[in-house]
């Protein structure tokens, strides 16, 4: 990559730019709070139906994060970022304007395709432009900045909300700020990227370079089961505090809200984590989050549940980033944002089918919640046996 991408102011508004792309992960959910005043205003439709205004996002999301990926190896990188984060600029503020309810809901579809096509490059383009400690440390920060930008999202649009819930959705203006800095700061990875020479190869070397698709569609499988079984303890705490008469809905969602915010921490303190622990990292993320909520379904009492709730949160934050630091480590240029759009899909689908998981994993909540600590802990033993194997396998060919 040129040196003006590398040193100086150059390099920090590239990485202010790359990671204010990031804003748009978890964007859906900032209107959530406009969710009772927009049941007022539109009294002919039914809950779900004015709370499927949210969730209609996160389908077009998960089928469009796999589009980016074949649309980049056709049009490039950035292009599709930008043309992602262009449809979300757009589509996001229409409710703002609009009373009838079939445009919102179009508009919110549209904005779910948007995300989904940005997302996949708000991961696979730090990867193109950084390497080693940096890397790692950037994708730390990526998930800290997601988690925290739609925290404060969220906050203004409650405050917006005093005025009505039409200006809650101004709140979507921030996307406008990430595709002035995308355009104007980060310069194409097929033409400045520190992988571009990948693409002068010819065919041969090029399929020389080319890594196989089964490490990536196991990181993908790692996160469906991870995410899985997290999302269990998140749907089905509030549960638990009632049927163990632990305490209020409202105190478990205090919880929720405090294991974030270490989440938000472990996230940031990834690259550090990584530097001396490796992939490490993982597994130990992995044991500590397995026990954390086997400790959560054993306890009878609102803190040690609100202490394994922060452990889980803050080992989960220093793990996950692990995943995309790997992809990001196994993929060319052509291939990365497809391969983080499988990962992508395999962290939302778990998530998705986390409701059916709790069912087939307990009766009761406690029980869930329990069990999704086991069967974290026996990926653990699996990721092990993976890593011992194929650690193996390279010694031999070395050999």
Not at 67 to 83: D, H, M, P, W, Y
Not at 153 to 160: E, K, N, W
Not at 228 to 236: E, I, N
Not at 248 to 268: D, K
Request: aromatic content about 10%; glycine content about 8%.
């Amino acid at each position: 990559m040129e040196k003006k991408y590398t040193s100086g102011w150059h390099k920090w508004i590239l990485i202010i730019a790359l990671l204010a792309l990031n804003i748009v992960e978890q964007a859906a959910s900032a209107i959530s709070g406009a969710i009772p005043q927009m049941a007022q205003a539109f009294p002919g439709h039914s809950q779900v139906q004015i709370e499927l205004l949210t969730t209609v996002v996160s389908m077009f999301v998960t089928i469009f994060v796999l589009v980016s990926g074949f649309l980049t190896r056709k049009f490039g990188q950035k292009n599709i970022a930008v043309a992602g984060l262009l449809i979300a600029s757009v589509t996001s503020i229409i409710p703002a304007f609009s009373n009838n309810f079939n445009v919102i809901m179009i508009s919110r579809a549209v904005l779910g395709v948007g995300i989904g096509l940005a997302n996949p490059l708000a991961i696979s383009l730090i990867g193109e432009f950084f390497s080693g400690d940096t890397l790692a440390n950037l994708m730390g920060w990526r998930s800290a900045v997601a988690g925290a930008g739609v925290a404060i999202m969220t906050f203004f649009a409650g405050q917006l909300l005093k005025i009505n819930w039409h200006a809650s959705y101004l709140v979507y203006l921030l996307f406008v700020v990430a595709l002035v800095l995308f355009i104007f700061f980060v310069p194409s990875p097929e033409k400045h990227g520190l992988k571009r020479e990948q693409i002068n190869v010819n065919h041969d070397s090029e399929k020389e370079e080319s890594h196989s698709i089964w490490p990536i569609l196991w990181l993908g499988l790692m996160l469906f089961v991870y995410f899985a079984c997290v999302m269990v303890f998140m749907v089905k705490v509030a549960t638990f505090f009632v049927e163990a008469k632990i305490g209020s809905p409202t105190q478990a969602s205090n919880i929720l809200s405090i294991m974030q915010i270490f989440q938000l921490v472990g996230g940031a303190l990834f690259g550090l984590a990584y530097k001396f622990l490796k992939k490490n990292v993982f597994t130990i993320g992995l044991l500590v989050s397995g026990v954390s909520l086997i400790g959560v379904a054993l306890s009878s009492s609102f803190t040690p549940i609100m202490i394994w709730s922060v452990i889980s949160g803050f080992f989960g934050g220093l793990a996950i980033p692990y995943i995309f630091t790997r992809v990001a480590e196994l993929s060319n240029t052509k291939e990365a944002p497809l391969n983080n759009a499988i990962c992508l899909v395999g962290s939302n689908m778990g998530s998705f089918l986390s409701p059916y998981v709790g069912g087939i994993l307990g009766a009761s909540a406690a029980t869930a919640i329990r069990n999704a600590g086991v069967v974290i802990l026996v990926l653990l033993v699996v990721v092990v046996i993976v890593n011992i194997v194929t650690a193996t396998q390279h010694k031999h060919q070395a050999a």
